[in-house]
């Protein structure tokens, strides 16, 4: 039955093409959804933990979220970080940042735009950040207003190509910056933003000489016990509104963002997206197997000789039945297979051009042929059927 499967299928290759189409589209854009979703929620789980499991976040502003373009807002200051630290037992260090993007920076002949984090001396060890060259910012730099920058690969590869940037000067919006050290290699955010196009500078210094700004985007708190969060979280907040002088009754003006916090908001924005994406997929593969049935049909009614002549010469139903069952799950695994391949080649594009996390695992390939094997069942049982139901005299008339 297999070998007269497999002939009647060689014998037929524009149908054949025709019929496996729909099943390609729907796994390759499986493959391609199930393999982004799971990169994007390791690169989640993997830049939740660089965050760190016993630090929080207290962004400017009311209702922010991590990522999210917000309105600037001037409620969080330099004081608030240092009050942070100084009046809560549980808070080990903090990090004051402003953060600002596509900010011209130069050297010589060649410019680019980069994102300018001024920060604290404790950016690089509270983001586990490391140099491949050079030093880090020090409390010295921020106390006296220094001119200095530590720079990512993507700044020193637009700006200096394969030479040591450090000790050259680069301007900043044209303010004079010595470039102190350069950042390891970081990769790309959970958005796609390239964090290797990052410069680093004292926070004081981009307060003073380049943002003219006395508030902070943002004050990263590190905690000496991780179990006592949720108080310390409170003793945040209630410091915080004291200082605020807002009334009870009235919203915070900033956000605290906890590791919980952005890992369930993700794994909601996760859900959502692939409940999505998975819809549409599945729309393909309904597509494809009604494409292969009719297609089934339409070759059941051409091969009516064919079948007769099989059942005058002594082959049963079972057996008209297992081959046309055959040629529609051959013809959609087939077409899973191809799918499998054109998605990793799709995923494989898109993570390379978009920047988008992705990971080639075992499960989406499982399922995408899984799915490809029950859309053939699925499809051809009802032709094969009919084929199997075929009158031998009539069938041969």
């Known amino acids: 039955m297999s070998r007269q ?67 600037v807002c001037t409620s969080l200051r330099l004081e608030d970080a240092q009050a942070i630290l100084s009046e809560i037992a549980n808070v080990k260090d903090v990090c004051a940042e402003i953060v600002r993007t596509d900010f011209p920076v130069k050297h010589g002949n060649r410019s680019t735009y980069a994102t300018i984090m001024a920060a604290s001396s404790s950016w690089a060890s509270m983001w586990g950040t490391g140099l491949e060259t050079g030093r880090f910012l020090s409390q010295e730099d921020d106390a006296h207003l220094a001119r200095v920058a530590v720079i990512g690969k993507t700044i020193r590869r637009d700006l200096f190509e394969s030479k040591d ?76 509104r004291e200082r605020h002088n807002l009334r009870e009754g009235v919203e915070d003006d900033f956000t605290i963002v906890t590791p919980t916090l952005i890992m369930n908001m993700m794994s909601s924005l996760s859900a959502t997206f692939s409940l999505f994406l998975m819809m549409v997929s599945g729309i393909s593969l309904v597509v494809g197997a009604i494409v292969i049935a009719n297609i089934m049909f339409m070759a059941v009614n051409e091969r009516r000789g064919e079948i007769g002549l099989r059942r005058a010469v002594g082959a049963r139903k079972r057996d008209i039945l297992v081959q046309f069952l055959l040629e529609a799950v051959y013809v959609a695994t087939t077409g899973g297979l191809l799918g499998i391949v054109v998605g990793l080649l799709g995923l494989k594009l898109l993570s390379g051009y978009m920047n988008l996390p992705a990971a080639i695992m075992w499960q989406p390939i499982v399922v995408g042929l899984v799915s490809a094997i029950v859309v053939g069942l699925i499809a051809g049982i009802q032709p094969a059927r009919k084929a199997a139901n075929s009158h031998p005299i009539e069938a041969l008339r």
């Open 165 to 240: 940037p450090v000790g050259k000067r680069i301007l900043i919006n044209n303010n004079p910056f010595e470039i102190i050290g350069v950042l390891e290699p970081r990769g790309t955010s959970p958005r796609g933003d390239d964090l290797d196009n990052q410069i680093v500078i004292p926070v004081s210094t981009g307060q003073k000489r380049v943002f003219r700004q006395d508030y902070l985007f943002a004050v990263k708190v590190e905690l000496n016990d991780s179990f006592d969060m949720p108080r310390t979280v409170n003793d945040v907040r209630a410091l915080l």
């Open 5 to 71: 499967a497999l002939k009647a299928i060689a014998a037929n290759r524009t149908r054949t093409v025709l019929m496996m189409l729909g099943v390609v589209i729907g796994v390759a854009t499986l493959t391609i959804i199930a393999s982004s979703v799971i990169g994007a929620r390791a690169e989640v789980l993997a830049r939740v933990e660089k965050f760190g499991l016993q630090q929080i976040g207290v962004i400017a502003g009311a209702g922010r979220k991590p990522g999210v373009p917000q309105p």
